[in-house]
């Protein structure tokens, strides 16, 4: 199980994500998850204003980081999407969040919608 510490030793989006493949590590999931633990995830503007339009509360955004399933990752910054880990959860009994976190310096919330 990683630590604070791993959390904040990672120096690179390769060290907080493998590359070289789609598919998604349990180790990258394990890191985002005690990233948020321990409070080491920035939600951005962006995602804030995008959970806004879609009334998405951020408790619902920080329980999809936690409880999510990792659906997808994306490698390449292909078609303007960011390079990053998609976890979804059902909210609220009747809508499916998904939460896009990727890493610049720290993990970040790069946005959040519907599915």
Same mark, same amino acid.
């Given at each position: ?12 989006? #390769? =060290? ?6 789609? &598919? *998604?590590? +349990? $180790? ?15 939600l951005? =503007?962006?995602? +804030? #204003?995008?959970?806004?339009? =879609?009334?998405?509360? $951020?408790?619902?955004?920080?329980r999809?980081?936690? $409880? %999510? &399933?990792?659906?997808? +990752?994306?490698?390449?910054?292909d078609?303007?999407?960011?390079? %990053?880990?998609?976890?979804?959860? #059902?909210?609220? %009994? ?5 939460? +896009? *976190? ?10 959040? $919608?519907?599915?």
């Amino acid at each position: 199980m990683p630590t604070r510490e791993d959390v904040l030793r990672i120096r690179s989006i #390769e =060290e907080a994500f493998d590359l070289s493949t789609t &598919k *998604v590590r +349990k $180790h990258e999931v394990a890191l985002i998850r005690v990233a948020e633990r321990e409070r080491l995830i920035r939600l951005t =503007e962006h995602a +804030k #204003e995008a959970a806004q339009d =879609e009334g998405i509360a $951020h408790e619902w955004i920080w329980r999809t980081i936690r $409880h %999510g &399933k990792a659906r997808s +990752k994306d490698c390449h910054e292909d078609f303007g999407r960011q390079i %990053g880990l998609n976890l979804e959860a #059902e909210a609220d %009994g009747r809508r499916i969040i998904r939460v +896009k *976190v990727s890493w610049r310096a720290r993990y970040f919330i790069a946005t959040v $919608h519907t599915v």
